[in-house]
């Protein structure tokens, strides 16, 4: 079976963090153990992904800003990308006067 998400039409909610779109989960496409989100930053808003029981993985759609990983911070732009395991965390900053479209995956620990 093929599923299309028009992801343009998904709503936009807002958070702390900027907005986001859930375009993969269980309500658009029955994805059981997997998510993953569109998030926008604007200049000066910040996304934190906190440490978790997941694996996580953000790529840089579009812009340039700022991740911040084990207390260093690393200036980044389009097609970066942070894997980040289940105890870590990372920040992403939109650079100053500049904005940031990610893509946020998450999916489980697999049980050792």
Known sequence: MLTFIDTNQLPRNKAAGGEFTEVLN???C??????AALRWLKSGEKFSADASNKHQLLYLMEG?????????????????????????TATIQAAANG???L???????IPS
């Open 26 to 28: 269980r309500d658009l």
């Open 30 to 35: 029955g994805a059981k153990n997997v998510l």
């Open 64 to 88: 340039s800003g700022t991740v911040r990983l084990d207390n260093k911070d690393y200036e980044v732009s389009k097609g970066a990308g942070v894997y980040l395991a289940p105890s870590e």
């Open 99 to 101: 904005s940031v479209k």
């Open 103 to 109: 893509f946020h995956l998450v999916v489980p620990k």
